[in-house]
Structure formats: C-alpha cells, structure tokens
C-alpha cells in the first residue's frame, strides 16, 4: 500500500508541464541555514534564556518561526522557551510565512507583495529572488513548504488556494483548489488550511507527502495528490488551532520525521499517524505568537 502511495504521490506531483526548471545556482554569497551555525549564534548571544555551552550537546532541532510583523523568530524545539529574535528587513510587503529550502539550505519567505526572498537568519537581510506569475490570494493564515523531491514552493491559502512555485524564477503554477476527499469524514467542508510541511525534508527525496493543519476543523490532513488538492483527514489535534499557526517536520539522521507545531504561542509535538498533538512548553516569555514554522536544512554536499 505504501509503495502504491509513493508511486501516486511521483505521479501526480510531478512538476512536468509546472513551471520550468531551475537553472545554476546563484553566484552570490550563500547563508546558509545551517544548524551549526545557528546555534553558535545563540550561544555568542547574551540574554539570559539562551542555552549554556554544557546544553549544545543535548540541544534538540532548530526550529525558526516568523511573526506577523516579519520577526523571525529562533529556539531549540525541546527548549522553546529560550528563543533569538531578528527582525527581517529589506522586505517588500507584508511577510506571509517562511520555510526552509533542502536544495541549497536556505530560508525563504514570501510576501503580500508575491514576492519570494531569501533571508539571511543570522542578520535578517532579505534579498528578493523573484516575483510570482500568478498573485497569492492569502495572507498569514496560510500554509507554505517547500517540496524536497520537486524543488517547489507549494504555497496554500485558507481559502483554497492552491499554487506550485518555482523559486528561481517565480513561475507559478495554478493547481485544483484544496477540497476534502468525497468520502472522508469532512467531505463537504470548507477546509481553513493554517500550516503545512512535508516529510522526507531531504534534498532530492525519492518521496514525500504533505500534511497540513485545518484551523477550522482542528485536524491534521494529508493532501495527496498534491496538485489535485485533494485533502484527507488523519486525525484530531486535541487542540484548538488559531488561524495564525506553523507546521515543520524534521527528518532526522535515520530518516525519521518528527513533526512540531506552534498555535497560541505555543509548540506542540504532532504524531504524524494519528494527528494528535502534545505540549511542549510556551515559545519564548513572555509566549510569542507564530505566523510559520520552519525547520533548519543542511545544505546538500557539492
């Protein structure tokens, strides 16, 4: 059955005939969002809620969220509570959400304006990258994650919108508008999608799929085929998910995925089979409200 999965997922979220392919790899100055990196950042800090030398070792994944004035917004997903902010500048519009990117390793956003940027997490610099073909219709509360088998952005709305992007050279793809599967159990239901992250987060996966948190049902749902948005429910939250919320899954050296989500100020460990979600602890103190949630890529060997 997996199998099966995996072969329907390769075919119908292929990107022949989407938006072309991306070309060489920009000449300018890579950021890379490295974890390493990341968490030597924290540790030059001063503030008094940043993890001690003695703790690196220990440390769980970095997770960066964004808020909705454009902070970014940097913890530790087993100590949430000791976070880095920086502010994002150089932006054109309104930031919607960020996510990391496996092919290269770095962190993108996009904007009110349709624009896609590259942000330096350590700075905050944004550099604009490309302008999508087809406008965004959303705005926070909407879900973005980038595709590590296709190298593309998908980008979703809460009201289902459904759009393929191609980073590089911001040429969008229209897909099917999100709708729940006729014979799931919110068949008919207008899906209010506030966060979404694939698995497999690895340059080049042979296969991925995408889950996505429903604001207004409080479900963890899959949305297979990607480019027929066609949703299906896995399962309760147990919690009450705002529309302003963030999904990231990381997969760890093993290939395992582990799934974190942040609503209320909060982040949650989420089970991927069964759609429940655990508390972690408030993200930040006083408790910082996120817009999207993104874990850290290592950038591919050359």
């Known amino acids: 059955m997996e199998a099966h999965h995996d072969r329907k997922l390769r075919r119908h979220d292929a990107e022949a005939g ?17 974890r390493t990196s990341l968490l030597a950042a924290v540790l030059v800090a001063s503030a008094p809620t940043l993890l001690a ?29 000791a976070i880095r902010t920086v502010r994002s500048t150089g932006l054109g519009g309104r930031l919607v959400g960020v996510d990391s990117r496996p092919a290269d390793g770095h962190l993108f956003g996009l904007t009110t304006s349709n624009d896609v940027y590259r942000i330096d997490p350590t700075t905050g610099t944004s550099t604009l990258v490309s302008t999508l073909t087809i406008p965004f219709d959303g705005d926070v509360r909407s879900g973005l994650a980038f595709n590590p088998q296709t190298d593309r952005l998908r980008v979703l709305s ?9 980073v590089t050279l911001g040429a969008t793809a229209a897909d099917s508008p999100l709708a729940y599967a006729p014979a799931d159990r919110n ?21 991925t799929r995408l889950f996505e948190i429903d604001a207004e049902q409080d479900v963890l749902v ?18 009450d998910f705002a529309p302003l919320s963030g999904l990231a899954i990381v997969t760890d050296a093993a290939g395992v995925d582990h799934a974190y989500a942040a609503t209320g100020g909060k982040l949650y460990t989420v089970d991927l089979a069964t759609g429940h979600a655990d508390p972690v602890g408030p993200i930040g103190d006083p408790p910082t409200t996120l817009v999207s949630l993104a874990a850290t890529t290592e950038a591919p060997a050359p």
């Open 158 to 166: 809460a009201d289902g919108q459904n759009l393929r992007i191609n």
């Open 18 to 34: 989407g938006p072309p392919g991306i070309g060489g790899r920009t000449s300018a100055a890579r950021v890379r969002v490295r």
């Open 53 to 81: 030398p003695s703790l690196l070792a220990q440390a769980g994944p970095t997770l960066i969220g964004s808020t909705d004035d454009g902070t970014l917004v940097i913890f530790e997903a087993d100590r949430p509570q």
């Open 222 to 239: 899959v949305q297979d085929p990607p480019n027929d948005g066609i949703l299906t429910t896995v399962g309760p939250l147990g919690v």
């Open 187 to 207: 068949a008919g239901k207008r899906p209010r999608i506030a966060a979404a992250a694939y698995t497999n987060a690895v340059a080049g996966a042979p296969t």
